[in-house]
């Protein structure tokens, strides 16, 4: 499908991820991952800020508020949280946590999982999306979330490198 995979490898694609038990027959499957050069804590840290803006293009998706540059104390999300929050109200929910390593939500009829994977000296940030829709509207729908996702991806990672980049200077 057009705009189903960015940034991804093979294995990264057959990989199981948690949003996967909750639609086992999907029509939509995308999947997205960038690598960030910092140690995974770092990264699940900004990962756990989806909870306080969806860090993509603000003005679409978040009234034109800015989401949060800083890095906030937040306690683990937890199952029946609200996944994010934009236009101004929460949005979404927690559907599943495995804490510094992958938070699985639900949004807008879409299951989503977020993956922390170590890669090397720094981690990877995947995110897979799966939602069963008419297959007309599939295609569609993965390069709206292609476009919107990769930005969120790229946003998290410049923000957690950012704050190594800030403890390292301190």
Not at 79 to 94: E, H, I, K, S
């Amino acid at each position: 499908m057009i705009g189903d995979r960015w940034g991804v490898s093979e294995a990264e694609v057959a990989r199981a991820y948690g949003c996967d038990a909750f639609e086992p027959a999907p029509t939509l499957q995308a999947w997205r991952g960038v690598s960030v050069a910092v140690e995974p804590a770092a990264v699940w840290a900004r990962v756990k800020q989806v909870r306080l803006a969806p860090y993509s293009y603000d003005l679409v998706d978040n009234l034109g508020r800015r989401s949060p540059r800083d890095l906030r104390e937040l306690p683990e999300p937890a199952v029946g949280d609200p996944f994010t929050r934009a236009f101004g109200l929460d949005q979404g929910r927690v559907v599943a946590v495995e804490p510094g390593r992958e938070l699985t939500a639900r949004i807008m009829g879409a299951h989503m999982s977020y993956a922390v994977v170590p890669d090397g000296d720094g981690c990877r940030l995947l995110l897979k999306v799966v939602a069963r829709t008419s297959r007309p509207v599939a295609p569609v729908l993965s390069l709206g979330d292609l476009v919107m996702a990769r930005k969120q991806l790229l946003t998290l990672k410049e923000l957690a490198e950012g704050d190594a980049r800030a403890v390292r200077d301190a």
